[in-house]
């Protein structure tokens, strides 16, 4: 799943926006032992949703964090938020999920948005002095990833798992310039959202453990031995397992690309947020 994280903080200093990324990055990572933790975890304590998951509604809440006012320093619109809410709701449609914007707030602080990172002291002060609403709340954070550990970044995700531990901390966070109309190409048509919160609702990357490893818990996902970037049509990584799934949400496939969940994925991030969200 992509543990796609999320998390965002910055430098203190005004800095020059990084260059895009040339291949799709995500900072949620996992290994399989600690997938295999967390399958337990989620064997022994799984919630078979209700028929009404059919029809869930999610509140959003979106963190703009800029280095200044400007668009070029994080400040997205509106417009843009909410065509990114577009796309995650296109996406999520065959799950029955419909995300609603609950509110919006904009903070500038150069060092969250050039230094968020996963594991860092800016995510922490950054999500603790921002996130709003309890477990079944989607925090979104848009950030720089200019400098430190995050660097070249597209974005990440906290587990559904891990949300009792630590709400704080949950959450996703994303390259500002990733959303609709960003100037991160081919990355800017909105699915690292959608991608960053399959990891939110319980997904691992198409990719995880390779051809040979715990997989990412879904039969109907092929096993890949490696991310697909560009749009790879009929590539196949991985014998006897079919042909890798290059438009999935949870792989690496540039953003036009990306236009599935598989049936399997959708059943399993419907159970994941009722046993975790309380959704």
Not at 65 to 81: A, E, F, H, W
Not at 115 to 125: D, E, K, L, Y
Not at 205 to 221: N, W
Not at 248 to 259: A, F
Request: hydrophobic share 35%; charged share 15%; net charge negative.
């Amino acid at each position: 799943m992509l543990l796609f994280k999320l998390v965002s903080l910055a430098l203190g200093v005004a800095s020059v926006l990084a260059a895009p990324p040339s291949r799709r990055t995500c900072g949620t990572h996992i290994s399989d032992a600690d997938v295999e933790k967390a399958e337990k975890h989620f064997a022994a304590h799984k919630i078979v949703p209700q028929a009404s998951i059919a029809a869930t509604t999610i509140s959003v809440y979106w963190h703009v964090v800029s280095r200044d006012s400007t668009l070029g320093g994080g400040n997205i619109p509106d417009s843009q938020i909410t065509a990114s809410i577009d796309i995650m709701n296109q996406a999520y449609a065959p799950a029955g999920i419909t995300w609603v914007l609950a509110g919006t707030t904009r903070t500038v602080n150069a060092d969250w948005f050039n230094r968020a990172g996963p594991n860092t002291t800016q995510q922490t002060a950054m999500k603790s002095g921002l996130r709003q609403g309890g477990a079944g709340a989607f925090n979104v954070y848009t950030v720089g990833f200019n400098s430190g550990s995050a660097a070249g970044l597209l974005g990440y995700a906290t587990f559904p798992w891990d949300v009792a531990a630590k709400q704080s901390d949950d959450g996703v966070v994303i390259l500002f310039s990733s959303v609709p109309g960003g100037t991160t190409a081919p990355y800017n048509l909105g699915q690292t959202l959608t991608h960053e919160a399959g990891h939110w609702v319980g997904l691992y990357h198409t990719f995880q453990g390779g051809c040979s490893g715990t997989g990412d818990g879904v039969a109907d996902t092929p096993a890949e031995a490696s991310p697909a970037y560009g749009c790879p049509t009929g590539r196949d990584s991985c014998p006897a397992a079919g042909v890798d799934p290059i438009h999935n949400y949870m792989d690496y496939s540039d953003d036009y690309c990306m236009t599935e969940f598989s049936p399997g994925q959708i059943t399993r991030l419907q159970t994941a947020i009722a046993t975790y969200r309380s959704l």
